[in-house]
């Protein structure tokens, strides 16, 4: 599967932004998804992550309560609504494509569970 992120930008603090990723390839619903970001100078660090369907959702501390995640198994697209940015947030965010072999497959936080990645759209939050 190839992913393609998109919607980064510059905003100021307390802004919101919506990154998309679109997926290539008719077993979308094959894979769990994760969006991941890497900041200047650090590890790249988990941010958010979905089951196959949807249902079950994982989240970074430091996001709770302001990023959701989602997916539309229709339009082989996910989705990170980020609100309440602040400039800590800055980084460079991934997507990410893991296959699952159960259904019961519960959302990863661990990056190299992860069979596929996007290139990153590059998110700057002002102060």
């Known amino acids: 599967v190839q992913l393609q992120a998109s919607g980064g930008g510059l905003v100021q603090a307390g802004d919101s932004l919506r990154l998309s990723c679109a997926a290539s390839g008719p077993t979308f619903s094959s894979y769990a998804m994760g969006w991941f970001r890497q900041a200047p100078g650090k590890v790249r660090e988990f941010v958010a992550a979905i089951s196959w369907s949807g249902d079950t959702t994982l989240y970074q501390d430091s996001v709770k309560g302001r990023f959701t995640i989602s997916r539309d198994n229709a339009k082989n697209m996910v989705y990170l609504q980020m609100n309440s940015l602040r400039p800590e947030d800055t980084a460079l965010y991934y997507c990410?494509?893991?296959?699952?072999?159960?259904?019961?497959?519960?959302?990863?936080?661990?990056?190299?569970?992860?069979?596929?990645w996007g290139q990153g759209t590059l998110v700057t939050v002002s102060s």
């Open positions: 990410a494509a893991e296959y699952i072999v159960v259904w019961s497959h519960k959302p990863q936080s661990d990056p190299q569970k992860y069979d596929y």
